[in-house]
């Protein structure tokens, strides 16, 4: 039911959510972010490597152009599902992104990670 209800979630321009059915248009309340990452998978190493998640309603996807990790709302990565949804990454998601973390730039103090030939900053020193 749950994974139902994901799949009829939408996120308006103006930044409101609604369940969507071809005869119903009903607005939800979303607190955070509407999903949360609860696997990483890594393929590759550096920069050249694909970070693959997955949500706890079984959405997948690879971080890169279309689908950025973000940790400028509030100090916690999301990384974007769809359509301008996003998924918290979950502590132990979190932990492991931490582990991945690399300075872009030597001495530039920028720190983030690299996934679908993109670098995301998470975070700065």
């Known amino acids: 039911m749950v994974k139902?209800?994901?799949s009829l979630l939408r996120r308006e321009e103006s930044g409101e959510f609604f369940l969507i059915t071809p005869h119903?248009?009903?607005p939800v309340k979303v607190d955070d972010a509407p999903f949360l990452a609860v696997e990483l998978r890594r393929r590759g190493r550096g920069?050249?490597?694909?970070?693959?998640?997955?949500?706890?309603?079984?959405?997948?996807?690879c971080a890169g152009a279309d689908h950025p990790i973000s940790?400028?709302?509030s100090g916690v990565p999301e990384?974007?599902?769809?359509?301008?949804l996003w998924a918290k990454?979950?502590?132990?998601v979190w932990f492991e992104l931490a582990g991945l973390l690399v300075e872009q730039e030597e001495g530039a103090g920028i720190w983030g990670v690299y996934s679908g030939g993109q670098f995301f900053d998470l975070g700065q020193t």
């Open 4 to 6: 139902f209800f994901a």
């Open 79 to 84: 990384i974007e599902i769809r359509d301008g």
């Open 47 to 61: 920069r050249e490597q694909d970070l693959l998640f997955r949500t706890s309603v079984d959405d997948v996807v």
């Open 89 to 92: 990454v979950s502590r132990a």
């Open 24 to 26: 119903v248009k009903y």
């Open 71 to 73: 940790a400028a709302n």
